[in-house]
């Protein structure tokens, strides 16, 4: 019988906290049990087994990103999903190697990929430009969450004290590593994150030309300099 007052939701509340505060490593049945004051045997009354537990946590993950909607312009809805996502996944750092990994997908997990591809096929993007779409899309996305979660520095403070103390006069022999540096990371009010956007309005814009779409950026790209 299962212990009173334990559910499956308090299961699930209680691992995404462990793994969001000391990382997937941490989380195991045994410390997951010792989290909620009970047997490690009567979690298996929720969840049959680690691997079960995972596949429910990555679909609470894809349940806190609001999907586009079809009847929404294409670029605005994915422009949001992608905003979201990223959003999601800085909360939840340890969800990024295993979103697209799960082998029995929960139903917010396949709610939000039927929303995505609906989206685009209501804009009329044929089979090869929802694939390339959705690809680039992603590959964007996560690829700067796993760059920004590993950077050596957080904030633009830090930035700056890691280019003048950590690489020094290093620079001295790299003349375009210097110059980016002076004039973009030493710059007041620098921050990676802030490159987010501008990118993706690449990606979008660039997702647009292929399809022959025009006047659709959201941001200004172009050098001013």
Known sequence: MARRGLTRALVLDAAMRLADTEGLDALTMRSLAAALGVEAMSLYHHVPGKDALLDEMVDRVYAE????AANRPWREGLRRRSLAMREVLRRHPWA?????????PGPANLAYHEATIACLRAAGFSAAQTAHAYAVLDAYVYGFVLQETMLPFDTGEQAVEFITDGLGDLLDDYPQMAWFAREVVLAPGYSFAREFEP????????????RGERGTGQTDVRDSG
Not at 65 to 68: A, E, F, S, T
Not at 202 to 209: E, Q, R
Request: avoid cysteine.
């Open 96 to 104: 990024l190697p295993l979103i697209e990994s799960r082998r029995t």
């Open 199 to 210: 990118g993706l309005d690449l990606v979008l814009t660039g997702i647009a030309a292929v």
């Open 65 to 68: 990103v609001p999907p586009p």
